[in-house]
Every structure is written in structure tokens, then in C-alpha cells.
């Protein structure tokens, strides 16, 4: 899977080095198992899907986590890309909407050693109530509509976001800086086309 992640032009080695070190079948279920490896979505708890790895890997890549730093995650799924983000050393806090996922993810990171902070909520609202940021980096998993604000005040002035956008055809994948608090300030690079499952707000909750 490494091999073929290089390929696909990631070369953060620390990346790589936790994509190795993460067996990604621990995430999904046993029945999919032949499908770990290769670089395909695979469906998870609750309808929801675990990106691909090339998208995970490059998810995180963009992200440029550095041990120690804070990271908000929103859509915990099936907890592979906060496995990830927490084996590059990162202090991960991750929201899920879906109590079932939640409930599930929650206990299987914890009995396989992932000290990742679990919280159920409405992740376009970042984690109002318990206040352990401001955040060095955040990390979307699902397609936003568009740039949540409670996100961008959570993150760190110097942080970068990393989040797919809808467009017409699919989401856009963005980088953040906040190199300032005024949205004049918020540096965007575009990164290309993926498809996500939809971010849904607080109006959406079921
Ligand atoms: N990072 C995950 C990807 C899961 S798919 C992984 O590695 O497996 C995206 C997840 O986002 C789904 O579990 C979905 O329930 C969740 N989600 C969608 N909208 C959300 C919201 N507003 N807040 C929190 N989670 C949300």
C-alpha cells in the first residue's frame, strides 16, 4: 500500500511510516478484509464510508502534523484517519454525529490503543462545550457546504485546515492558513477533486 501511496505522490515520510504501522483492516468490518489494501472507499457502520487510503494519506499530508500538536478532526467514521493523525504523535479530538458510529469507534480505539479523545456532537460546530482548543491543525472528513466558522475560530492563528468543499460536480479539497482572524486572511490552496459523504449540520441531526 506504501508503494502505491508513493505513487500517488505522497513523500511525507511520516505519513507513510504511520500508514504502515496502522493495519487498516482493524477499521472495517471482517468481511471486507480482502479490500484493506487497495485504494478503494469501503463502507462502513451507519452508511458512511472509510475514505480511501490515498485520501487519507493525503489528507494528513496536507495537514503537516507535528507531534504534540492539537488536532480537531470532524467525522470520526470509522476512526482510521484519527489512528493515523495520533500514531504522527498528534493529540486528536474527533467528533461524530452518529451515536452508533460513536459508541463503537470510541470503544475499539481505546481497547486497541489509540488514546484519540471521542466526542459526540455536531461537528460543524467544532467542540463548543469542552474547551481544549484552540487548535494547531483541523481536519474535515465530510463534504462541507461551505468554511464552517466555529471551525476557523477554533484553529489557531498560523493553523491550517484541511477540508473538502462541494462544488457542482463533487467536493474540492482545500488547505486553510489562518495567518490572521479576518477571513481576508485565511490563505486557500486547492488540491483537486474527491468525493466525500455530506456534512450535515445541526438542522440535519438525527
Ligand atoms: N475519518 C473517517 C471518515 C468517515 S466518513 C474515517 O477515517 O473513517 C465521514 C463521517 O463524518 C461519517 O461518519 C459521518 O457520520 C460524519 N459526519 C457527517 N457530518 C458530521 C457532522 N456535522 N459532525 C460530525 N460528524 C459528521
Redesign the pocket.
Known amino acids: 500500500m506504501v508503494e502505491a501511496l508513493r505513487a500517488k505522490g505522497i513523500n511525507d515520510e511520516a505519513v507513510l511510516k504511520a500508514m504502515e504501522e496502522v493495519p487498516r483492516h482493524w ?1 472495517i468490518d471482517s468481511a471486507l478484509d480482502t479490500f484493506a489494501y487497495e485504494d478503494r472507499a469501503l463502507k ?1 457502520n ?1 452508511d ?4 480511501h487510503p490515498s485520501t ?1 494519506a493525503m489528507q494528513s499530508q496536507l495537514l503537516n502534523v507535528q507531534p504534540g500538536m492539537k488536532v480537531l ?10 489512528a493515523i493523525l495520533f500514531k504522527m504523535g498528534a493529540k486528536v479530538f474527533s ?4 451515536k452508533g ?1 460513536f459508541d463503537k469507534t470510541r470503544a475499539m480505539l481505546a481497547e486497541l490503543g489509540f488514546r484519540v479523545r471521542c466526542f459526540l ?4 460546530q467544532g467542540l463548543k462545550e469542552v474547551n481544549y482548543g484552540p487548535y494547531d491543525r483541523v481536519i474535515v ?2 463534504g462541507a457546504r461551505e468554511i464552517p466558522t466555529a471551525l476557523m475560530q477554533q484553529l489557531k492563528v498560523g493553523g491550517i485546515m484541511v477540508i473538502p468543499l462541494d462544488d457542482e460536480t463533487g467536493q474540492e479539497m482545500l488547505r486553510i492558513t489562518k495567518e490572521g482572524e479576518e477571513r481576508e486572511k485565511w490563505r486557500v490552496e486547492r488540491f483537486g477533486a474527491y468525493s ?6 445541526g438542522r440535519q441531526m438525527n
Open positions: 477499521f462502513i451507519c458512511q464510508t472509510i475514505s487519507v478532526e470532524i467525522g470520526t467514521g470509522s476512526g482510521y484517519q484519527a467528533v461524530e454525529r452518529q458510529l456532537g455536531d461537528g460543524y472528513t465530510c466525500f459523504v455530506p456534512m450535515l449540520d
